[in-house]
């Protein structure tokens, strides 16, 4: 795919006996009750969500009141280290306290085998912390990957994308909004009933989890006034070469054949940008079309463009960016063709009966598991009885999950062996920069004085160093990371540091 990309899921988070009050004391103790070895103090330089990639830094990021609820009552203000818990992990990844949810972000990764088998081990490390946690309280933590709670909170699972930074702004979000509006069809995770309504009825099923939560097309927010597409421009990077684009408006994906394939065909709609190549379409109301789409599951509906040509549905929206990729980026590499093989398949299945799809996407088969349950007591899709069952689709204990009993009776469609998500779980990619970070925090954690993703800094003999990694994203930092493998001391490291100009900066 010849980027790098990762995801951030914030995990919902349900401890027994305890209230929303104590959700985020609780969160903050599962990531600390995450097994070493790991660094703390993470490094915030270069990073500011309120630098917007079109060119200003708004002054305020918009709050969402209901997030109140949230707050310890009475409870001393924490320093955000504090609060963050920050715990970086040997295969690269970052666990850390999010507004009261868990979260996990994987390590940058270059090839979507290797984020799948992250995104999975991510599920293992948070539910073993999740474990040891209620094994010290004697209270059950039950942990959903998911991202609603069916009162009106709405968590992430945000996606980012390495990119660019020569591709005009506009034409990115042009690009993106009609993409994005029409995505869910294959990466939605399925969700009973409505929230925020304002189109009708309530009592259905749709397949985005997060669609009713969002009110603009673009901005840098992420709690509340949500856009579909984000502004946000952390690099974290070369900044006069690339951007990140970070994504919010995706789903939580149990599915690995999901994940892989919201992700790969992102990474191909970004590659036609950096082509050059002009959105194909423009959509009327891009916000209200991703709800409307999100809340019909025959795939029918239609929603209006902006230059007057006959509606459109989301099928046919995807259809003409598959159409695009399949003219220009064909044979460019192996995952690539997988990419495009599975986007046209999934698109063809859908169009003939989405139940054809329910061994390869979330919506669909949480729809096909709940749907005669449903019918046979007579309820709502909005019934709370409806809802807990949606949630326990999502439950990352293999024994509780609905999600989990379809696949261990070979239901659903899996992509990467139980061997690579255990070495995931400790092993960083070998491929990514993620690597030297990960090396630093199996070998060096005590030395280490701040972390990121864009850098280390460390003690040596009484001095500071920052090995600063934002040039490292090209596919050859793999020979550099094979270098540094070698590293047993920090003087090892210090002698590579010295020996690649520009790599090492005494502070």
Not at 266 to 275: A, I, K
Request: glycine share 6%.
């Amino acid at each position: 795919m010849n980027r790098l990309f990762g995801i951030e899921t914030e995990y919902g988070i349900v401890v027994e006996g305890l209230n929303t009050g104590d959700w985020l004391t609780e969160s903050m103790a599962v990531v600390r009750s995450c097994e070493g070895p790991w660094v703390s103090g993470w490094n915030y330089r270069g990073e500011d969500p309120r630098r917007d990639m079109r060119g200003f830094t708004v002054q305020n990021l918009s709050t969402n009141p209901d997030d109140a609820q949230f707050d310890p009552p009475g409870g001393p203000t924490m320093s955000r280290e504090e609060e963050r818990s920050d715990r970086v992990l040997p295969n690269g990844a970052r666990l850390y306290n999010d507004h009261g949810h868990p979260e996990y972000s994987t390590p940058e990764c270059r090839s979507l085998w290797d984020l799948v088998a992250h995104d999975r081990a991510g599920e293992r490390i948070v539910l073993a912390a999740a474990r040891r946690r209620a094994a010290e309280t004697g209270r059950a933590v039950t942990i959903y990957k998911n991202n609603t709670d069916f009162h009106g909170a709405s968590y992430g699972t945000h996606e980012c994308y390495l990119m660019r930074r020569d591709v005009p702004t506009e034409t990115l979000i042009l690009m993106l909004l009609p993409f994005f509006a029409s995505r869910c069809i294959y990466a939605g995770a399925g969700k009973a009933g409505v929230e925020n309504n304002g189109l009708g009825r309530s009592d259905l099923f749709q397949l985005s989890q997060r669609a009713d939560f969002f009110s603009v097309e673009a901005s840098v927010d992420t709690l509340h006034n949500r856009p579909l597409v984000n502004t946000r421009d952390e690099p974290h990077a070369t900044p006069r070469t690339y951007r990140r684009l970070h994504v919010i408006c995706g789903d939580a994906n149990m599915s690995e054949y999901a994940t892989a394939l919201k992700v790969g065909t992102t990474c191909l709609v970004l590659s036609l940008l950096e082509q050059g190549r002009q959105p194909p379409l423009r959509l009327a109301n891009p916000v209200q079309a991703a709800k409307a789409i999100s809340r019909d599951i025959t795939l029918k509906r239609t929603v209006e463009r902006a230059d007057g040509k006959p509606p459109i549905t989301a099928l046919e929206i995807q259809r003409l960016y598959l159409a695009e990729a399949q003219k220009y980026l064909q044979n460019s590499d192996e995952e690539t063709d997988w990419v495009l093989t599975e986007w046209q398949q999934i698109l063809d299945d859908l169009e003939k009966d989405p139940l054809m799809a329910a061994d390869r996407l979330d919506w669909v088969a949480k729809y096909q598991l709940l749907e005669p349950f449903r019918q046979a007591e007579g309820l709502k899709w909005n019934d709370p009885h409806m809802q807990s069952l949606d949630l326990a689709y999502h439950n990352i204990d293999p024994e509780e999950g609905l999600y989990y009993g379809l696949e261990q009776a070979g239901q659903m469609c899996t992509l990467v062996t139980e061997t690579r998500i255990q070495a995931a779980m400790s092993c960083p990619p070998i491929d990514t920069r993620a690597a030297l970070r990960g090396l630093f925090v199996q070998r060096f954690a005590s030395a280490v004085r701040s972390i990121g993703w864009n850098g280390v800094l460390f003690r040596y003999n009484d001095e500071d160093y920052l090995f600063d990694m934002n040039p490292l994203v090209e596919e050859n930092v793999r020979l550099l990371n094979e270098e540094f493998a070698t590293a047993r001391t920090l003087e090892d490291v210090i002698a590579l540091l010295q020996s690649q100009p520009g790599a090492e900066e005494t502070v």
